[in-house]
Every structure is written in structure tokens, then in C-alpha cells.
T-cell receptor
Framework: NAGVTQTPKFRVLKTGQSMTLLCAQDMNHEYMYWYRQDPGMGLRLIHYSVGEGTTAKGEVPDGYNVSRLKKQNFLLGLESAAPSQTSVYFC??????????????FGPGTRLTVL | RKEVEQDPGPFNVPEGATVAFNCTYSNSASQSFFWYRQDCRKEPKLLMSVYSSGNEDGRFTAQLNRASQYISLLIRDSKLSDSATYLCVVRDLNAGNNRKLIWGLGTSLAVNP
């Protein structure tokens, strides 16, 4: 049981390049999330998904796209990377968070630098 | 005023000490409260939820004060392994009536031998 995994762990991009971050979970969770964590800003939600085939915008969605083609995978895409997207990206998953909170389980993070 | 505020610290304490962190939140209608722990360069992990009546998990005690809009975390008999950043998290309803988590910036704790 690997929990939540993320690939890659580290990446350096040049401005304007594109890339996809992959998140996978083996806990059969319905909900998945992408966050970014920056010094002095705390964790901020980029996009999330409440089920296979559905995605929604979070707090800071601009410059990112996501897809959830399979329940266990959630992809985060950067079409044209900018230095402002230098950050640590965390993926998380949980059972449905409706009436009662269900713990979010996080992946180990991807450290992205955009030059 | 930030939605969730924490003293960033760092708190430097000797092993065995008792240490307490506070976290204030701005939305009086906030629904649920949590403490997450984040080790250096690692992912956040849920430490404990915070219930209205207060709750304890071993050496950790969490309390909620709705009137003053703050939550607290008390760690007794600190261990070296408690060294981490402690994130305060508040669960709110947003404008679209969807639940969202608001994360504090964290309080850094260093337990020294």
C-alpha cells in the first residue's frame, strides 16, 4: 500500500516549457487535490476533483490544468511555465468531504523550479 | 486580518518541556479545526482534529475557544521527534457553499537535547 505517490520529485524548467505532474493513489479515494506551498503563503489549493472525470478550480488555478481520467490518477499540467510557478506541489486524496471532514492524505511533493 | 494566523516561532524548548501553540481564525462561522504536522521538506500529516469539548491524544491536547476564535495545541513532555512545523487548519464553507480548508503558515518547533 503505497498511499499517495507523486512523480517527479524534482524538476527544473525554463520559462515557457511545459510539463505534467502525476499523482497516483491506491486508497480508492474519491477526492483528489493539488496544492502549492510557498514561503509566507501556506498551502493553497490549485484544482481538485470529486470523482473520475470531474475537476474544479481551487484558490489559485491560473496557469494550470488538470485531468482525472482514472480514479486513482490526478494530473497537473503547466502549459507554459513561469518563474512565479516555482514552488513545492503537493497532491492529496481523501474520502468524500461533504458533511464530515475526511482526512486528506498527502504525497511527498514535487519541487519545481522555473528559471 | 489573515483568515488563519499562527505565531511562526521558532519555539526552542528542551526535551521534557511543555509547549503550547495558539492559532486564531477570522470567520466566526468556521466549522471544523485541525492540527497538521509537517516535518522539514516532507508532506503535511494530520495530527489531530479539534473538538468543541477539547480532546487529548497521548501527550497532545487540542482545545477550541469559539468565543475568542482560537484553537490551541499543547504538547507535554516534548520529545526530539516532536521537532516539526505545526499547521493550523480551518474548514469553512465558501461563497459557493462548498467546504474548503484554510491553512495557517505554521509554527516551527525545535526540541533540543
Amino acid at each position: 500500500n503505497a498511499g499517495v505517490t507523486q512523480t517527479p520529485k524534482f524538476r527544473v524548467l525554463k520559462t515557457g516549457q511545459s510539463m505534467t505532474l502525476l499523482c497516483a493513489q491506491d486508497m480508492n479515494h474519491e477526492y483528489m487535490y493539488w496544492y502549492r506551498q510557498d514561503p509566507g503563503m501556506g498551502l493553497r489549493l490549485i484544482h481538485y476533483s470529486v470523482g473520475e472525470g470531474t475537476t474544479a478550480k481551487g484558490e489559485v488555478p491560473d496557469g494550470y490544468n488538470v485531468s482525472r481520467l482514472k480514479k486513482q490518477n490526478f494530473l497537473l499540467g503547466l502549459e507554459s511555465a513561469a518563474p512565479s510557478q516555482t514552488s513545492v506541489y503537493f497532491c492529496a486524496s481523501s474520502y468524500p468531504d461533504r458533511r464530515f471532514y475526511n482526512e486528506q492524505f498527502f504525497g511527498p511533493g514535487t519541487r519545481l523550479t522555473v528559471l | 486580518r489573515k483568515e488563519v494566523e499562527q505565531d511562526p516561532g521558532p519555539f526552542n524548548v528542551p526535551e521534557g518541556a511543555t509547549v503550547a501553540f495558539n492559532c486564531t481564525y477570522s470567520n466566526s462561522a468556521s466549522q471544523s479545526f485541525f492540527w497538521y504536522r509537517q516535518d522539514c521538506r516532507k508532506e503535511p500529516k494530520l495530527l489531530m482534529s479539534v473538538y468543541s469539548s477539547g480532546n487529548e491524544d497521548g501527550r497532545f491536547t487540542a482545545q477550541l475557544n469559539r468565543a475568542s476564535q482560537y484553537i490551541s495545541l499543547l504538547i507535554r513532555d516534548s520529545k526530539l521527534s516532536d521537532s516539526a512545523t505545526y499547521l493550523c487548519v480551518v474548514r469553512d464553507l465558501n461563497a459557493g457553499n462548498n467546504r474548503k480548508l484554510i491553512w495557517g503558515l505554521g509554527t516551527s518547533l525545535a526540541v533540543n537535547p
